[in-house]
């Protein structure tokens, strides 16, 4: 009785573990290369956006520029980002060409197939943007 319990239930977890996308696992390696995706500002006017990362370099110093844009426009910014990408783990400062807008942290994970998921906020801005990001490599 016991012995089909156990089976049952190995069954269940080897199913379950090969249905749907995998999430962020923190081990994963990131390559250089432009990630593309979605944010989302949960905290503001922002509302659905787009993200572009492009890195140039990976590992403990990360570097490369970038790309955000809410709301078809409503508020749109591009600039250069530095930070640490490496085993596993995402932390960038995201700073603006115009040093009067806004900076992002974006502090995430590496999940399978080349994404990036984890979180972002604004921290030097007079809006207080904050919310998921999901970006791929393209």
Request: with cysteine.
């Amino acid at each position: 009785m016991w012995a089909r319990r156990v089976t049952g239930f190995l069954l269940i977890v080897a199913i379950g573990g090969c249905s749907g996308r995998a999430g962020p696992t923190g081990v994963d390696v990131l390559r250089p290369g432009t990630y593309a995706g979605t944010m989302e500002d949960l905290q503001s006017i922002g509302g659905k956006g787009i993200a572009t990362l492009a890195f140039v370099s990976t590992g403990d110093v990360a570097t490369g520029s970038w790309l955000v844009d809410f709301s078809d426009g409503a508020y749109r910014n591009v600039g250069q980002f530095s930070g640490t990408a490496a085993r596993g783990h995402v932390d960038l400062t995201l700073r603006p060409a115009n040093s009067r807008d806004c900076v992002f942290v974006v502090r995430a994970l590496t999940a399978p197939d080349d994404r990036i998921s984890g979180t972002y906020r604004a921290t030097v801005c007079s809006l207080p943007f904050a919310g998921p990001i999901e970006l791929r490599l393209q």
